[in-house]
């Protein structure tokens, strides 16, 4: 088993920046890529940011591109989620997923991830 640990999450201003992380630990393994995604009220789950563990390849949401950037550390088994110029339609539970085999579902496939954290809430205030 692998737990996902999100935190960082909290109320700030549009137009502020708030940095999340998760932690993962339990099972030792190759992870292949972790990801964020997010749940506003109301909608569906939507994937923010993804990376790949090794190559560190990456991919954004449209919406976020140019605000956002996602980044893994090794030592701590961490991968963090920079939010900048945020806006009120970034406000949601945002998750953290680790995929950890290669699979042929797209990195912004919420199918194609094995295990999730609890969640931490972002509000944006306008």
């Given amino acids: 088993q692998v737990q ?40 569906g789950r939507e994937a923010v940011a993804a ?33 900048n110029s945020l806006k009120a339609e970034d406000s949601a539970v945002y998750y953290c997923a680790v995929r950890v085999q290669f699979n042929h579902y797209s990195y912004d496939s919420a199918g194609g991830y094995d295990y999730w954290g609890q969640g931490t809430q972002v509000t944006v205030s306008s």
């Fill in 51 to 83: 990376i790949t563990w090794s190559g560190g390849t990456t991919y954004y949401a449209d919406s976020v591109k140019g605000r956002f950037t996602i980044a893994r550390d090794f030592a701590k088994n961490t991968v963090y989620l920079q939010m």
């Fill in 4 to 43: 996902l640990v999100e935190s960082g999450g909290g109320l700030v201003q549009a137009g502020g920046s708030l940095r999340l992380s998760c932690a993962a630990s339990g099972r030792t393994l190759s992870r292949h890529a972790m990801a964020w995604f997010r749940q506003a009220p109301g909608k």
